[in-house]
């Protein structure tokens, strides 16, 4: 038993190419998370204004978008190796200047917004290209490990990062946290010239990149599990709001502080971390399907549970149980989504996906915050859980195609 949950860890085991990306992918996220503190950290110091604040973080995020649907397309064009090396040498320069700027007597705050755009822009190009080349790296019967090995290293980065940047920007300077995110981000160039070519199989020919977007969203509507998977995804993105209401949740139903808010939000990413060190039973599931459908049902369940809840420690309980089962829904549909996927559309789905992803927040932020003006956060949690699990429900219902998925898929009627 002991077996069969313990992580699989063969792909990092067996493939140097993929391990090599997953050190890269690492270090992308730890460089990510850094980012994210010295830069409102540096605009906050040098304007105290929030509006610069939050104009440098849109800059930075909307160009993340703008990144994960251009590398798409170029991922599926041509070889994603040498995608992957300019992406991440020109985000490894972006940290450089970045570093450079704040060691200036008088920082530019004209170039912190250029800077933040750029790396935001570069690193969503890397990221999808490194999404697209992971199913040539790893057996196919390994997708779902290297996904479970991903989703950790994204949990635990999350989690880490932002604490070493704090530590770094109140011992050196936010100068020294760019430099060393720009050690560690150009130090992974060495490791991703020893992967192989990694060209799609059937290349998209050059064109208009709109029309290339355009396809990829024609080949996600008319596939009924990559397809169902994107919609289910919608679903995840309106319940990505839930963070937006933990503060008045805390104080108004918890009689809680900024401890309580801060266990509230260490809760899911801890289910999450212990979800992904005991996947090794997702890569032979059976129906992969219809486990990804009965884990989000059970997460909506809880957050419905959760605006229930009028003590802390059952709060904190039943996150960590939806980041538990939250991140079992991510790692299957990871899987899914590889393996569905052909090669030659692999860069834009994964990149409509990762925007989905990052979006989702955002969206669904909007979401709570206007739902928070009109009902008390408990009700407004126990609405979105209850309604978003419904709507779950009804797409396990539904959704034939998605219920009955294995990661061995058949080919679509009318396939080639």
């Known amino acids: 038993m002991l077996r069969r949950l313990a992580m699989d860890i063969g792909p990092l085991r067996d493939s140097r190419p993929f391990r090599n990306v997953f050190i890269a992918r690492t270090v992308s996220v730890f460089g990510i998370g850094m980012l994210a503190v010295a830069l409102p950290v540096q605009v906050y110091d040098l304007t105290g204004s929030t509006v610069h604040v939050g104009g440098v973080s849109a800059a930075e ?101 932002p604490a070493l940047g704090g530590v770094i920007v109140s011992a050196f300077g936010v100068g020294w946290n760019y430099a060393a995110a720009a050690a560690g981000t150009l130090g992974t160039i060495g490791l991703l010239t020893t992967l192989p070519v990694l060209k799609p199989e059937t290349a998209e020919p050059p064109g208009n990149p709109l029309k290339a977007i355009g396809d990829g969203f024609r080949f996600v509507a008319s596939h009924r599990v990559v397809g169902s998977l994107m919609l289910l995804g919608l679903l995840f993105m309106v319940a990505g709001g839930i963070p937006v209401l933990m503060p008045a949740f805390a104080e108004r139903s918890l009689d809680g502080g900024a401890t309580t808010v801060g266990l509230l939000f260490a809760a899911p990413a801890c289910g999450a971390v212990l979800a992904s060190v005991t996947s090794g039973w997702a890569g032979s599931a059976r129906a992969p399907g219809l486990a990804l459908l009965v884990a989000s049902v059970t997460g909506f369940a809880a957050l419905a549970c959760l605006g229930l809840a009028r003590h802390p420690a059952l709060a904190v309980a039943i996150l960590f149980v939806y980041g538990f089962v939250q991140s079992i829904e991510e790692i299957l549909r990871y899987g899914l989504i590889q393996s569905h996927t052909p090669d030659s559309h692999l860069g834009r789905v994964n990149a409509l996906w990762a925007a989905q992803e990052t979006g989702g927040g955002a969206i669904g932020s909007l979401g709570a915050g206007a739902l928070g003006r009109y009902l008390a956060p408990g009700a407004a949690i126990v609405l979105y859980g209850t309604v978003s699990a419904v709507l779950a429900l009804a797409l396990a219902l539904t959704l034939t195609g998605l219920r009955t998925a294995t990661m061995r898929p058949e080919p679509e009627p009318g396939a080639g």
């Open 61 to 161: 995020g909307f160009a993340l978008l703008a990144g994960f649907l251009w590398g798409g397309t170029l991922a599926d064009k041509g070889d994603r190796r040498r995608l992957l090396l300019r992406a991440r040498t020109a985000a490894g320069i972006g940290f450089v200047l970045l570093a450079l700027n704040a060691f200036l007597p008088s920082p530019s705050l004209a170039a912190l917004y250029a800077l933040a755009a750029w790396d935001g822009l570069m690193t969503g190009v890397s990221v999808t290209a490194l999404l697209a080349a992971t199913p040539a790296l790893v057996a196919a019967d390994k997708l779902v490990a290297a996904g479970a090995l991903n989703a950790l290293t994204v949990r635990l980065g999350s989690m880490a990062s």
